[in-house]
């Protein structure tokens, strides 16, 4: 018997949700797998995956990653670059680069090759993130448009609240983006533009969490849209024990028996990136049974109530989320016992976990 934490990846599942976006995109799909694809791992999805339309990240590394593994596919670097080596390095390696602010244009001018540039010239229609504002992107696209190292030119800007049902100011960023009438490719929503029919007609869809069967929508589980997980986190009960009522469970004695208690430990914790904070709703599934996690949650372990579950032993596998045979606890149900969004769960896990691909 071990600790057991294990984060199994279900490859086939990956492959299943890429069709599903695939068919409801209206032209081309860009995947989004930065921060090693949402925890899933890039160099497995990449080469699970292959030549797909285009794969983007947020850095030179990341992107780097990928070229190793595919030497040929489109890459974009979502962020760009921000000096004149990184410059250099998208250059040597075909990459794609978003132009958001001034100073990437100047490193533009004044680099000296014969390489040609792909770029996606970004308008900031609302985010006040990263983009050019009305005036500064239309002085960029012909800054661009006719420059000896562009050799593609594609438009795009990014939702602030598409995962917010009937969000008034979705529509507001499409209106003011649709507004230039330029003759160029387009990329403006995100996976929940596209689960909510919000996309453009004919755009590059970028979509990230939901390749990997989780809803960033409100309200909505990735079952919704016929998305299936591909992270199942597990762990193992590693001691069990009796607790006779009015005792405290765990630090701070932040829990109280109000009954005597059977209790479970599991082993894991927010060492292995399992969340600390957490409402009083929070559990787990064992033996196809919902076990309530009392008390806090430790670094290296947490504990369960396993009062009237039957057959409850040291080892017993615990499904943390995802899909385990017919148990099934959704990791958006998790974020939210967690006040928090999935994309944090899968981010924060630590390399105490250990990755099965499946």
């Not at 057991?4 to 299943?16: D, R, S, V």
């Not at 770029?119 to 229609?125: F, G, L």
């Not at 904070?277 to 559990?283: H, S, V």
């Not at 919902?290 to 947490?302: E, Q, W, Y």
Request: proline residues 3%; contains cysteine.
């Amino acid at each position: 018997m071990s600790r057991g934490t294990t984060a199994l990846i279900n490859l086939e599942n990956l492959k299943h949700n890429y069709g599903v976006l695939k068919k409801m995109a209206p032209n081309k799909l860009v995947l989004v797998i930065k921060a090693d694809a949402y925890g899933h791992g890039i160099k497995q999805v990449v080469q699970t995956l292959g030549s797909v339309d285009c794969y983007a990240v947020a850095t030179i590394d990341e992107a780097l990653t990928i070229r190793a593994y595919n030497k040929k596919v489109k890459i974009l670097l979502l962020e760009g670059f921000f000096s004149e080596d990184e410059l250099f390095i998208a250059l040597e390696n075909n990459l794609d680069c978003v132009i958001h602010q001034h100073q990437q244009l100047s490193l533009i001018d004044e680099i000296k090759t014969d390489k040609k540039l792909n770029v996606w010239i970004k308008y900031d229609s609302g985010m006040n993130r990263l983009g050019f504002d009305e005036i500064g992107f239309q002085v960029a696209i012909e800054q661009l448009k006719h420059h000896e190292s562009i050799k593609h030119i594609t438009l795009m800007s990014h939702f602030a609240s598409a995962n917010i049902p009937n969000n008034h100011f979705t529509e507001q960023q499409k209106q003011r983006f649709l507004q230039f009438k330029y003759p160029y490719p387009l990329s403006l929503s995100n996976s929940s533009a596209l689960l909510t029919n919000n996309n453009l007609n004919d755009e590059w869809c970028r979509v990230g969490i939901t390749l990997f069967g989780v809803s960033p929508l409100q309200g909505k589980d990735a079952k919704d849209f016929n998305l299936k997980p591909v992270m199942t986190l597990k762990t193992n009960v590693i001691a069990i024990k009796n607790v006779k009522k009015a005792q405290t469970i765990g630090y701070s004695q932040t829990y109280t028996t109000k009954n005597d208690t059977n209790i479970a430990i599991i082993g894991i914790g927010y060492g292995d990136g399992y969340p600390w904070i957490l409402t009083d709703k929070a559990y787990v599934i064992i033996n196809g049974a919902h076990a309530k996690i009392v008390g806090r949650v430790s670094m290296d372990m947490m504990a369960i109530d396993v009062t009237g579950i039957k057959n409850v032993s040291i080892g017993n596998p615990t499904l943390i989320w995802g899909q385990n045979g017919s148990d099934q606890l959704p990791i958006e149900i998790v974020a939210s016992h967690a006040q928090t969004i999935p994309y944090v769960l899968l981010c924060q896990l630590t390399s105490r976990v250990h990755y099965k691909y499946v």
